[in-house]
C-alpha cells in the first residue's frame, strides 16, 4: 500500500520561508519520479516541481529560482523548499509519486 504523508505546511509572511517534506512508504522510492503539485480553489492542479528517479529537475516557470525540490533515496523522502514566498503561492501542496500515487496535502498559506 502506497503512502505519502507531507509536512511542513504552515502561515508564512510574504517573503519568508517554507520547508515541505514528504515521506513515501510502499513503493521502491528510488525508482519513482517525484513531484509537488499545488491546488487553490476552483482551479486546476498545477505542477510546481518535479524530480525524476535520475534526478533530473523540472519547475514551473512561477516558481523557478524561488523553490527548490530535493530528494533522499536513503530516507526515501522528497522535499521542497520555498523561499521569497508570495500570497499567489498559497494553496494546498501534495507530493505525488510516479503518475497516480497522491499525498493528503498541505496547506501553506502566504499572507501578512
Known amino acids: 500500500q502506497v503512502q505519502l504523508v507531507e509536512s511542513g505546511g504552515g502561515l508564512v509572511q510574504p517573503g519568508g520561508s517554507l520547508r515541505l517534506s514528504c515521506a513515501a512508504s510502499g513503493i521502491v522510492f528510488s525508482s519513482y519520479g517525484m513531484g509537488w503539485y499545488r491546488q487553490t480553489p476552483g482551479k486546476q492542479r498545477e505542477l510546481v516541481a518535479h524530480?525524476?528517479?535520475?534526478?533530473?529537475?523540472t519547475y514551473a516557470d512561477s516558481v523557478k529560482g524561488r523553490f527548490t525540490i530535493s530528494r533522499d533515496n536513503a530516507k526515501a523522502t522528497v522535499s521542497l523548499q520555498m523561499s521569497s514566498l508570495k500570497p499567489e503561492d498559497t494553496a494546498v501542496y501534495y507530493c505525488?509519486?510516479?503518475?497516480?500515487?497522491w499525498g493528503q496535502g498541505t496547506q501553506v498559506t502566504v499572507s501578512s
Open positions: 505525488k509519486a510516479g503518475v497516480r500515487n
Open positions: 524530480i525524476t528517479s535520475g534526478g533530473t529537475i
